[in-house]
């Protein structure tokens, strides 16, 4: 089975674009989760859903940013507008049974 | 409040070396999962164990073993005879299970480094 597919993996993009962000989770899987690694913080949870419902955006940053579920095979995590300071490494997991199996990771670098 | 503490930053070994890396938790909750998860150079995030906190029998998977102690809140990960492959940074996270809480708590993570 194919694990969590993320794209695209790499991203470069000027301040004040729309950047989106993709996630195919894991077949059969309820959890979906978007984390945020820096140097500076380590890995942040910004956002997870259950069964396609957010649960919990306290991790989100600020309004910039907003995320959508709108099936069991697909999410989006939206940043608009960017700036540089939004620049990381995003990842995106999908569970069923308390273990979290993550994508490669989208790489975004806001210029 | 869940805490997880990776005490060591960067640990550097040569080849054929043991090597342990620590992890302290902290949770006022009686059930709970604990993990570890690798991270390579390549980036990705990988994951290597779940131990859920009724279970303390030690576990062992090839080169890789899990010492878990409730008594001190520790989940320690010991790589037996360290090869230049498991260069990684290794996080150990927690879980909670109650309230239906599904997020992880991850430590800083410990760099290691294993030199030919």
């Known amino acids: 089975d194919a694990g969590v597919i993320q794209s695209p993996r790499h991203e470069v993009t000027e301040m004040g674009q729309e950047v989106t962000l993709r996630c195919k989770p894991i077949?059969?899987?309820?959890?979906l989760f978007w984390y945020r690694q820096t140097m500076m913080r380590g890995l942040e949870l910004l956002i997870y859903?259950?069964?396609?419902?957010?649960?919990?955006d306290s991790g989100m940053p600020e309004d910039r940013f907003s995320a959508k579920m709108p099936n069991a095979s697909f999410s989006t995590l939206k940043i608009q507008p960017s700036e540089p300071r939004d620049s990381a490494v995003y990842f995106c997991?999908?569970?069923?049974?308390?273990?979290?199996?993550f994508g490669p990771g989208t790489r975004l670098l806001v210029l | 409040a869940q805490k997880v503490t990776q005490a060591q930053t960067e640990i550097s070994v040569v080849e054929k070396e043991d090597v342990t890396l620590d992890c302290v938790y902290e949770t006022r909750d009686t059930t709970y999962y604990l993990f570890w998860y690798k991270q390579p150079p390549s980036g990705e995030l990988v994951f290597l164990i779940r131990r859920n906190s009724f279970d303390e029998q030690n576990e062992i998977s090839g080169r890789y073993s899990w010492n878990f102690q409730k008594s001190t809140s520790s989940f320690n990960f010991t790589i037996t005879a360290s090869q230049v492959v498991d260069s990684a940074v290794y996080f150990c996270a927690l879980t909670l299970t109650q309230g239906g809480s599904e997020k992880l708590v991850f430590g800083k993570g410990t760099k290691l480094t294993v030199n030919p």
């Open positions: 997991a999908s569970s069923l049974l308390e273990t979290q199996y």
């Open positions: 077949s059969g899987h309820d959890y």
């Open positions: 859903f259950n069964n396609n419902v957010p649960i919990d």
